[in-house]
């Protein structure tokens, strides 16, 4: 397919908006962690304060997310992104404004670190589902490839232009930043036109809604087995490669700069992943899913045999292209097999099976490397990663989801 073809969807003006407030939200989303690691040390040093902050973003997100999902199955999928933009801003505005006046400590920025964590899991799934009302069936992985590209793009450079920033005017700012872009974010979805989302039959109560996405859940076994694939791999990768990843290194002559290039090889990887995906269209789309996500053990590989970072940075790339190719097929397949009026709880479910094992992951990780050393977590993360992937090769639901012809439109898939 030529390049003209695969951005015909830029030709849809809501979708036009969306990756526009995107784009915008990203540029403040993906410098705002330096800031707020940076703030959170400059009035409490200790690592348990950050780890606290951090804890109170991430729990309301594994708590909220089902919620999230029934919500965006009932209600208007623009005015809930809309919400979580404004919730999210108004949070990290306050945080912006309690470091600038001198009056931040770990409680109150711990309390709007969690109200921006509760904005961001009701707004997922309204996100995850909004694109088959935005654009048609057959532009769905392009259009899933556009929206992934800016948050990548920026990825590469963000991180340490945001330190930069920092160092030079204070986090205070690059937080107020991180505020505005959701808020022009949320101005820019605001005029998003799309088909109405299906309401609840009468009487229908939100138990019957999420007994409803529970089953369109549960019936597919491409679905949640590969959801619970998701719960080792997700689990031992960020344990693995983001946890013990800086360990290694630092362990080394490598140190720090090498772990930021091997990041930014990772992030380089991200980009390149999307651009083949806008060409690359393979028919069975979650055979592709399962085997493009394989070189996730790479880096941990690299990582334990006395780590070159030629060969690092390398494995770290192709990690990237596989990764952006997996999940683009993989939210390709949701969106063309279910029916929209239940993807934001289906949706829901995959991300909660694929989040809850991560604390546990982090946790189960470091204490056996510190008893065990790293090198055998890392080996053993590594094969445990490319079992718990071609396991699927042998569920016989996962060979039966094809691209959708180009003419049809979202039905139920077969389990």
């Known amino acids: 397919m030529n390049l003209r073809a695969s951005l015909s969807v830029l030709g849809n003006r809501p ?20 800031a707020l690691a940076f703030a959170v040390l400059g009035f ?106 800016p948050t990548n793009v920026v990825g590469i450079a963000a991180p340490a232009l945001g330190g930069a920033l920092v160092a030079l005017i204070g986090p205070q700012w690059v937080l107020g930043w991180d505020a505005a872009s959701f808020a022009l974010a949320a101005l820019l979805c605001a005029f998003l036109t799309i088909a109405g989302t299906a309401k609840p039959g009468p009487g229908a109560s939100v138990l019957h809604d999420f007994r409803t996405g529970w089953r369109e859940f549960a019936q597919r076994s491409w679905l949640w087995s590969y959801t619970l694939s998701g719960t080792v791999v997700v689990a031992l990768w960020l344990g693995s490669y983001q946890l013990l990843g800086p360990v290694v290194l630092d362990r080394t002559d490598l140190g720090a700069a090498a772990w930021g290039t091997v990041q930014g090889s990772f992030a380089v990887g991200l980009v390149l992943g999307g651009l083949i995906a806008l060409h690359w269209k393979p028919d069975r789309l979650m055979i ?70 991560v604390p546990l992951g982090y946790v189960i990780v470091g204490l056996t490397a510190t008893s065990t050393g790293t090198a055998p977590v890392l080996l053993t993360s ?29 039905q139920p898939a077969a389990a």
């Open 288 to 357: 592709a899913c399962v085997a493009t996500g394989l070189p996730l053990a790479l880096p941990l590989v690299i990582l334990a045999t006395g780590p070159h970072l030629v060969a690092l940075a390398a494995s770290a790339a192709v990690a990237g292209i596989g990764l952006d190719l997996s999940i683009a097929y993989w939210n390709t397949a949701l969106q063309q097999q279910l029916p929209t009026d239940v993807l934001g709880r289906v949706t829901s479910f995959s991300s909660i099976g694929e989040l809850m094992a």
């Open 15 to 34: 979708f036009r908006l969306l990756l526009l407030a995107r784009l915008i939200s990203v540029s403040g989303s993906a410098m705002a962690p330096v």
């Open 44 to 149: 409490n040093a200790r690592p348990a304060a950050l780890a606290t902050v951090l804890a109170c973003n991430t729990l309301p997100q594994l708590v909220l997310l089902l919620v999230g999902g029934v919500v965006a199955d009932r209600f208007s999928r623009r005015g809930l992104i809309v919400f979580g933009n404004l919730a999210a801003g108004l949070a990290q505005a306050g945080v912006a404004l309690l470091i600038a006046m001198g009056a931040a400590n770990t409680t109150r920025v711990a309390l709007l670190a969690a109200v921006t964590g509760g904005a961001h899991a009701l707004m997922t799934p309204a996100m995850n589902s909004l694109l088959p009302q935005l654009v048609d069936a057959r532009q769905l992985q392009e259009a899933n490839v556009l929206v992934r590209l």
């Open 382 to 410: 590594a094969v445990l990663i490319f079992l718990a992937s071609i396991v699927l090769f042998a569920v016989p639901g996962q060979w039966t989801i094809r691209r959708l012809p180009t003419e049809a439109t979202a």
